[in-house]
């Protein structure tokens, strides 16, 4: 057990969008690092609570929450159900995430537009909203934040204009919040916020990684946005090109990264052959 462990060690664990793939492994890496309790919210509950009970076998309090997280209300209602049985959480994961494609003017603005931004942005801004204050208060233990968001969000991309803009948003809060708590004095409070490419899990099939950029396993992207979080460290980009690509697109005129990216990496085209999950 390390001393990044800490943070984990004892810690009642709240996860989003935690029925399934990213949310499931985070679900397990929690109980490795030694969790008291997990809250998995999903709106597939079905899925969550059989998640729940083959995860329950460990000895840790598991728990499972219907939530729709596109909705305040039941945001704020689940959280105090989560209070009520097994305390304010410690850790905070912010995994729900649904991705709509096509080129903008093709959006519904209700069922592609408003649902995008309100599960992907504003239901972690409203959760993080409610259970912040007790972990400021609580100066007993660290506390963690874990943001994630996408490298679509550093990016411009056809094709997933109003995902982007999600995530833009997302990252955009999710560092100036951390900066904010830095300067006011709670630093037993970290924020990490996570900037994958491409993952497998079924959310971006048919979607083709850049040049260089490899389709990640979710099991190497939570691993990442994991020991990233552990570490409290501010940002993760994973693979390097990420980051590559966020200085090319900051140093070259726009018109020139547009060919670089578009023609040498082909991050303009990734979206292309979108198809998504099934019924997402």
Request: aromatic fraction near 6%.
């Amino acid at each position: 057990m390390t001393t990044n462990d800490a943070a984990v060690r004892g810690a009642t664990v709240l996860i989003t969008g935690g029925a399934r793939g990213m949310g499931e492994l985070f679900a397990r890496r929690a109980i490795a690092g030694g969790a008291r309790a997990i809250a998995l919210w999903d709106v597939d509950e079905a899925a969550a609570t059989a998640l729940a009970a083959d995860l329950g076998r460990s000895g840790v309090d598991v728990r499972a929450y219907r939530v729709d997280v596109s909705q305040q209300a039941e945001i704020v209602a689940a959280l105090q159900r989560v209070r009520e049985d097994m305390g304010m959480p410690d850790v905070l994961v912010n995994n729900a995430g649904i991705v709509r494609a096509g080129v903008f003017w093709e959006n519904d603005p209700h069922r592609d537009i408003e649902a995008t931004i309100q599960v992907n942005t504003l239901a972690a801004m409203w959760l993080t909203r409610e259970v912040l204050p007790a972990m400021i208060a609580d100066t007993s233990r660290p506390k963690r934040i874990l943001n994630i968001a996408s490298a679509a969000g550093t990016l411009a991309n056809p094709n997933m204009s109003v995902y982007a803009a999600s995530k833009w948003a997302m990252i955009g809060w999710s560092d100036s919040m951390r900066l904010e708590l830095a300067r006011s004095g709670h630093r037993h409070v970290a924020v990490t916020t996570f900037c994958p490419s491409y993952i497998s899990t079924g959310m971006f099939a048919g979607a083709r990684g850049p040049l260089l950029t490899p389709i990640m396993t979710p099991r190497d992207a939570t691993h990442a946005a994991w020991q990233g979080m552990l570490r409290g460290t501010p940002m993760v980009l994973r693979p390097w090109t990420v980051k590559l690509a966020m200085a090319l697109r900051g140093i070259l005129p726009t018109r020139v990264w547009d060919v670089v990216g578009g023609r040498v990496f082909h991050v303009y085209s990734s979206m292309d052959h979108f198809t998504g999950r099934t019924g997402a």
